[in-house]
């Protein structure tokens, strides 16, 4: 059974018969060892679920070596396309096998062997995707780690991941601001406990680094080593670890298996973004996102598509036509981006004269994630491109989408603006109240998926199997809880309308509240603190901090306010966009001591809202009002810049 063309069947035949319908997606790929059935299991002493155990293969072979031997071997395999450095380039599907086979081959000289793990933190660059299929090809884990991390999350991950081997470039480019990567490196190598064997360094002309330490190696001269073979692996052996914020300061390792993935991604490639083998996609994500694994590297390559790799911005690099002129030079028939990125383009062109600049003829969809797109954000788009747009709904944990309009399917119906579509086969998403019971139609709920969970989603988090259980699995016994607000209408479309946790979404990258109220808190003069996720119109929502002093402590509040934020870009990173902090005498508490965080926030917004009737003292919510008011905390488009 590949696809019926009909959504609904198709849809209703994954949650009746899981294993016949995936069975049918996994033969559409070439298997070392097909699956044995039955092709899902359970875990005997976790529980948890498996797909297609006993079956091999190898990612980094069906993306390279098996387009190589089936006719794709001098077709663009991927384009990177660099406005910061003034570069594009293209490399064959045979000149990607060849460049990967032989870093591959480095990795070896350093001792990567499968099962080792191997962090890489570079901007998005094609030497990038070399060392993630590189990983693959050797079975050895890759997890990145997106580079506008601060070296306090690099260190993190670096000792819960404990990779025998770093890779990283000597630095990065926002627009034209020179950031140096291996100094980032070091210091967060300072603060690890762990310490890997190498640090594998690519070299950038306009900033190399000096290699000095035992461990340093070249990039380049590791490509020099001999090809190597890719390793047949077990369907269930990790491919990646990709680290995402929690509710803590301790980020979740998240898990994705080699071969639920790779069916996966190959089923959505033609079922949800409607592509066939040799068009062109281009994802506008960074490889340090659930996006960038998903639909920069593996999904496209998979499918025997052509990627864009795109090192840049939507403005300023050089304008706001930068994409337009990307799909025309290209001829990108699906384009992926997230809302921000269509905002920051409409601020500056507002009647989207620069789209008309270009020839957008190639252009079949525009596909939106990572936060919620607004109405008039999504009518803009639709309106300049001339295109039908998509929003759909996923997560790190999926690696996948989990709602959408399916545009392989004919029968679909036309997408919504403010919804984020249908479930995706595989899924049988509910809205619940929190005692676990279906809610009605246009009454929002909190979002969950009946396990099991379709190939290509986590099977658990990295070395913590508990976390796993207690974060996902044990708020609704028999679902998995996405941590989302959201609600169907009447027609069944849903909507996805944002955390019901410490978790915000930043010009959608995802960040903890909870961690950043960790790090301030940990400021000699901050007695408690609150970070909200507040309404940016820019970036759909932004971090402020809201801080009660210690006694005896009457700093400058300037002063504070900065060494506040600094703390912030410090030890999270700039990309947190943490700019603001104001003091207040007091923080409203429910009677037993829990700090009323959804109603500060909607206080800020400006949302209207009931005063809860456990809080201890009403009279707190305007004193914290006036405080706003007369910072003008939220009500500029974006929010002020943080001094350097
Ligand atoms: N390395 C180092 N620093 C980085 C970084 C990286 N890889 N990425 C971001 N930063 C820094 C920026 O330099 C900026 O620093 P500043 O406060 O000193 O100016 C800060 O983090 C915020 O970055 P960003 O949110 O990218 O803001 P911007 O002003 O540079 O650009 C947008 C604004 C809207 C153009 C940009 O946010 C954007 O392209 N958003 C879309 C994001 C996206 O595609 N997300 C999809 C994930 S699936
Ligand atoms: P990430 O794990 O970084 O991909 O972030 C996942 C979160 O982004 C989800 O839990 C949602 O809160 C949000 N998100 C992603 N896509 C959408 C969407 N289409 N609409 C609304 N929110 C979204």
């Not at 529980?47 to 071997?73: I, K, M, P």
């Not at 990967?100 to 191997?118: C, H, I, K, N, Y």
């Not at 380049?220 to 001999?226: D, G, P, V």
Request: contains cysteine; charged residues 20%.
């Amino acid at each position: 059974m590949s696809l019926t063309r009909s959504y609904p069947a198709d849809h209703a035949a994954s949650l009746q018969d899981p294993e016949e319908f995936w069975d049918a997606q996994a033969r559409q790929l070439a298997w070392f060892q097909p699956p044995p059935r039955p092709v899902l299991s359970q875990d005997s002493t976790t529980g948890f679920y498996h797909w297609f155990r006993g079956g091999q293969l190898n990612t980094c072979w069906l993306c390279l070596d098996y387009h190589v031997e089936n006719s794709r071997a001098d077709q663009v395999a991927l384009i990177y396309d660099s406005p910061v450095t003034h570069t594009v380039r293209r490399y064959t599907y045979r000149e990607l096998l060849d460049l990967t086979s032989r870093f591959a081959g480095g990795l070896r000289q350093l001792g990567v062997e499968r099962g080792d793990r191997v962090i890489i933190y570079m901007p998005n660059m094609p030497e990038a995707v070399v060392a993630m299929l590189a990983c693959a090809r050797l079975g050895a884990v890759h997890s990145v780690v997106f580079g506008g991390f601060a070296p306090h999350e690099l260190a993190v991950r670096i000792d819960d991941a404990q990779p025998r081997v770093i890779i990283c470039a000597s630095a990065g480019l926002e627009f034209d601001k020179v950031i140096p990567y291996k100094p980032l490196v070091e210091a967060a190598l300072q603060r690890a406990v762990h310490q890997p064997a190498a640090v594998v360094v690519l070299q950038r002309a306009f900033c190399p680094a000096a290699l000095s330490a035992a461990h340093d190696a070249d990039y380049q001269t590791l490509l020099q080593a001999a090809p190597v073979a890719a390793v047949p692996l077990e369907s269930i052996d990790p491919l990646y670890i990709l680290y995402t914020s929690g509710t803590t300061g301790k980020p979740k390792g998240v898990v994705r298996d080699n071969g639920g993935h790779a069916v996966a991604l190959k089923y959505s490639m033609a079922a949800i973004y409607g592509v066939q083998p040799g068009d062109t996609f281009w994802a506008a994500s960074d490889i340090g996102w659930a996006v960038g694994h998903s639909y920069c590297v593996y999904g496209p390559l998979l499918h025997g598509c052509t990627t864009v790799l795109f090192e840049g911005k939507p403005v300023r690099t050089p304008d706001a036509g930068t994409f337009w002129r990307v799909v025309q030079d290209h001829q990108v028939r699906v384009l992926f981006t997230a809302p921000t990125a269509i905002r920051a383009i409409k601020k500056e062109d507002a009647a989207g004269a620069l789209a008309r600049q270009y020839n957008l003829r190639s252009l079949r969809h525009l596909f939106v994630a990572g936060e919620r797109c607004d109405p008039a954000t999504y009518e803009w788009a639709g309106r300049t491109l001339g295109v039908p747009v998509v929003d759909h709904w996923w997560q790190t944990e999926s690696g996948w989408p989990m709602l959408a309009t399916l545009v392989g399917y004919p029968d679909m119906p036309a997408p919504k603006a403010g919804s984020a579509g249908f479930p995706v086969p595989g899924y049988d998403v509910r809205i619940l109240d929190e005692a676990g019971q279906s809610v009605p139609r246009g009454i929002t709920g909190l979002v969950a998926v009946r396990l099991p969970l379709p190939p290509g989603c986590l099977p658990t988090l990295w070395q913590d199997d508990a976390r796993f259980r207690s974060s996902y699995l044990e708020t609704f016994p028999g679902y998995y809880f996405s941590g989302d607000g959201g609600y169907h209408d009447a027609d069944g479309y849903l909507y996805i309308m944002g955390r019901v946790d410490d978790v915000i979404n930043v010009a959608g990258h995802r960040l903890s509240t909870g961690e950043m109220e960790e790090l301030l808190a940990a400021h000699p003069a901050v007695a408690e603190c609150a970070v909200l996720g507040i309404a940016c119109a820019l970036r759909g929502q932004v971090p402020i901090g809201l801080v009660v002093l210690k006694d005896g402590q009457t700093p400058d509040e300037p002063q504070l306010e900065q060494e506040l934020v600094q703390l912030i870009r410090g030890q999270i990173g700039a990309l947190a966009c943490f700019r603001q902090a104001a003091v207040v005498a007091r923080l409203p508490k429910t009677r037993s001591g829990k700090i009323l965080r959804k109603t500060l926030r909607q206080l800020a917004d400006g949302e209207p809202f009931t005063v809860p009737s456990t809080i201890d003292d009403p009279l707190i919510l305007d004193e914290i009002r006036q405080v706003l008011e007369r910072r003008a905390i939220g009500q500029a488009f974006d929010n002020p810049p943080a001094s350097r």
